[in-house]
């Protein structure tokens, strides 16, 4: 009996908890539980000390109910340590903090995601006119550029190429259609740079930077009037061609160090003197600055004579400067791994500028780091990760067909089951990269500006985008190592690092921005508790009051959820659908809730000392990734119609993550700041043990024989990206997979009837006496002989006279081929 009334006390706390139910309502419906047990132990027997511990909670949540004496007794003695414990952020920091929106990252850290409003957000779409463009110039661009050619011959995009891309307004995806851009979604700004980017990198990189964060960009949203109307229309034409600055050599990503400097000074322009800046910089790294018409600079300015105020410096400041501007230098190239678009430096020496060249025009002075931020908000969720999914998708798309193509000892190689791990995790993380980035693009569509899942995505797709190339390179083998023209992967796997690296370097995303800017701003209570007590006044204290109780409140349910969902394998909540994704639907709530109640914990413990521990804010960005990724798989398996064919991918991508999470959430507690305290905390989100684990061998063998077929999954895995029908390397490898399915039944038939296996050296005799024999039928047997041509030319290599190798000083040759 003791034992029973234990377990109704425990459910009743549970159940309000659980529910979220308000402060007052709880209070009020413990102190009518505490009256009616007093009351009901005149008809039967309730123990004495269970109306007690009714009474006790009732008590306390009276006092918690108080609020005078709830202030007086333990927010106002908070408030003071609250502020001291607050990470000391500098102004660059905090601006970056403040920029772009929240969105669903809020619902993660709520520790309970609104799944009805995520399935309410509009299917990924393309208009008409966007999908024509694709179709159209686009396709043939992606025609034009071959890869060989402009990596290794020329070292340059050629000038036709340059012609067409001006000619069809490619520089101005992002531009109005007022100013003569093409005024695209981000969707279609996304498209374009991932189908260029499976052709060639160089043509991809030369037509998205001008779509991304520079002048363009900075103009729409922060240019004066005179600005826009002068230089947008120019862009759009690619009169301009823009590049912009930001990259020191001491200063990469501490762009608050840089030091190139303006000085506020009056001189000479247009014949006359006026008011502006003395500038002086040295920068590198620059996409397009060999080739710039006009230069996108950032910069310090100060005003030393006074000429603007009392302040000396001003802050960081963008300007545009025709790059013919007295005083400038540039032309140079840097020569980035495996590819050759054009980068290099730009260096001013006392080039003065007028006040009207500063981007906004002089009230903009020492807004340039925010117009940065704001600007990179959006745009890091639109560029690279369309490079890095491009590098997935094809990763697929080859390694697939040259695993059905290649045989060893007589069989395909994809059929081993070495080779099945590979081609499972390559089509499973295209298929989680390209839910990630078609799930942000419409939240872009949409107006958000998410800063914090922007990272996620610039991460998580570059890294994603390096393992696939990884693994395609080891499927490949020797294919994949030899360059010259018949090689399709080599360039791909030469320029990884690029995007690794640009736009913010993956190590300090990871271990600095994505958890340490998401915990501030997507949190539901952290930045409110920040903002009251950043508030002196009596008011701020009132605030803080407030919000810290909400706080305590938030992380009290996200802890009696993650163990309730715990322990009933998260039965004990809802998924909005039915069907094969029904069960990950409430895995990732459950995994939210843990989430969200572990980085409470760690933020208390740790106070403003988390900024320093990377580590373990890297382990719970990986744990916040893979709940978003999770996110983004699920949308997309509903907005696809929950294909069946697709539910290996499903069932991989979410395996896969859901384990991620998990061993990332053990890393924390592992690594807690408070010795033991990790164990409690993992037995109260973990109370059954570890539930997960990765994606079994079932399905990646289901995933990897996607990718071997021709089958509509396929096709939705790799849409988007450029498919060749030229006689080129990836055209070839295209025409000889699908030889080689056609040709699998005659193969097998001459295979069972004359008892020895097609081959390249024996298949015009075995064809003939197949023919002969009635095994085949002529018509069969022409297909025979056409994939095993079409095989043979995809495993050929290039080969090249020393003298080619060795002292040829024009790249420009033409290589001989090997038949190894």
């Not at 609104?114 to 779409?125: D, E, H, V, Y």
């Not at 002068?230 to 840089?258: N, Q």
């Not at 590979?422 to 500006?449: C, H, S």
């Amino acid at each position: 009996m003791e034992i029973l009334y234990f377990l109704i006390l425990l459910l009743t706390v549970i159940v309000l908890t659980y529910n979220r139910i308000p402060l007052l309502l709880y209070m009020a419906i413990m102190v009518c539980l505490t009256i009616a047990w007093t009351e009901l132990r005149h008809l039967f027997y309730v123990p004495s000390w269970f109306r007690f511990a009714n009474g006790i909670i009732a008590v306390v949540l009276i006092g918690f109910s108080i609020t005078p004496s709830r202030r007086l007794l333990i927010s106002d003695r908070l408030y003071g340590l609250f502020r001291k414990a607050l990470p000391k952020l500098s102004e660059t920091e905090q601006e970056a903090l403040d920029a772009g929106t929240v969105w669903w990252d809020a619902e993660i850290f709520s520790g309970r995601p609104k799944w009805r409003n995520l399935l309410k957000i509009p299917a990924p779409a393309l208009s008409e006119k966007e999908q024509a463009f694709l179709d159209g110039p686009v396709e043939e661009l992606c025609r034009m550029a071959n890869d060989w050619e402009i990596c290794d011959t020329h070292r340059r995009l050629p000038d036709p190429i340059w012609d067409f891309i001006r000619e069809n307004r490619l520089f101005g995806m992002i531009i109005p259609e007022k100013y003569g851009g093409l005024e695209f979604s981000a969707q279609a700004n996304s498209a374009v740079v991932m189908k260029l980017a499976s052709r060639n990198l160089t043509t991809a990189i030369t037509v998205m930077v001008p779509n991304s964060l520079g002048p363009g960009e900075l103009l729409l949203h922060y240019g004066t009037e005179e600005q826009k109307n002068h230089y947008l229309p120019r862009l759009a034409r690619g009169e301009e061609i823009p590049c912009f600055a930001l990259t020191s050599p001491a200063a990469g990503s501490d762009a608050a160090s840089m030091s190139d400097e303006g000085i506020v000074c009056k001189g000479q322009h247009g014949g006359k003197t006026v008011l502006g800046l003395r500038l002086n910089w040295n920068k590198r790294y620059i996409t397009l600055a060999p080739v710039a018409t006009l230069i996108g600079l950032a910069f310090k300015v100060k005003d030393p004579d006074g000429l603007l105020g009392k302040q000396v410096d001003l802050g960081i400041t963008c300007a545009l400067i025709p790059s013919n501007t007295e005083g400038i230098e540039i032309g140079n190239r840097h020569m980035p791994v495996g590819a050759v678009f054009m980068n290099g430096p730009t260096r001013g020496r006392n080039v003065f500028i007028p006040m009207d060249w500063v981007i906004g025009g002089q009230e903009r002075i020492g807004q340039g780091w925010r117009m940065l931020m704001q600007s990179l908000a959006a745009g890091r969720a639109i560029s690279l990760p369309a490079l890095g999914t491009a590098g997935g998708k094809m990763s697929a798309l080859m390694s697939g067909a040259y695993a059905r193509i290649r045989k060893q000892f007589n069989i395909p190689i994809g059929q081993f089951e070495g080779i099945e791990e590979p081609l499972a995790r390559i089509g499973g993380r295209t298929y989680r990269m390209d839910a990630a980035r078609m799930l942000t693009l419409v939240a872009l569509d949409q107006g958000e500006k998410p800063s914090v899942l922007s990272a996620i995505l610039k991460y998580q797709l570059t890294e994603g985008n390096r393992h696939c190339i990884n693994d395609a390179m080891d499927i490949h083998g020797g294919k994949g190592i030899i360059t010259g023209p018949r090689n399709y992967l080599a360039h791909a796997y030469q320029t990884v690092p690029i995007s690794i690296t640009v736009e913010g370097a993956n190590i300090l995303t990871r271990s600095l921005i994505i958890f340490g800017q998401g915990a501030i701003r997507a949190h539901p209570w952290l930045l409110k508790e920040i903002a009251a007590a950043n508030d002196p006044s009596p008011e701020g204290r009132k605030v803080f009051d407030k919000v810290f109780f909400s706080h305590i409140g938030h992380v009290i349910r996200c802890g009696v959820r993650a163990w309730l969902l715990g322990l009933t394998g998260g039965l004990a909540t809802r998924a909005p659908v039915r069907g094969a994704s029904a069960r990950y639907f409430r895995q990732v709530t459950r995994l939210c809730a843990a989430f969200s109640f572990t980085t409470d914990l760690v933020l208390l413990l740790l106070g403003g000392r988390f900024k320093i521990k990377e580590k373990l804010s890297g382990r719970l960005a990986d744990a916040l990734i893979h709940l978003y990724m999770c996110t983004a798989v699920l949308k997309r398996f509903e907005d696809d119609g929950q294909p069946e064919a697709d539910i290996p991918l499903l069932c991989w991508a979410m395996d896969d993550s859901l384990f991620t999470v998990q061993q990332s959430l053990i890393g924390v507690l592992a690594n807690f700041p408070v010795p033991g305290f990790g164990s409690i905390v993992k037995w109260i989100i973990f109370p059954l043990g570890l539930a997960y684990s990765p994606p079994s061998d079932r399905t990646g063998k289901a995933v990897a024989k996607l990718l071997l077929t021709e089958n509509e999954s396929r096709d939705r895995l790799v849409s988007g990206v450029y498919l060749s029908d030229q006689d080129d390397a990836s055209g070839r490898l295209h025409t000889a997979f699908h030889l080689a399915l056609t040709s699998t039944n005659a193969e097998n038939a001459i295979r069972n009837a004359l008892n020895e296996p097609v081959t390249f050296e024996n298949h015009e005799k075995l064809v003939q006496r197949a023919v002969e024999s009635g095994v085949i039928t002529e018509e069969q047997a022409a297909t025979v002989r056409l994939a095993q041509k079409a095989a043979r030319a995809v495993i050929e290599v290039d080969e090249f006279t020393r003298e080619e190798i060795e002292g040829y000083t024009n790249p420009a040759f033409k290589p001989a081929v090997s038949n190894g």
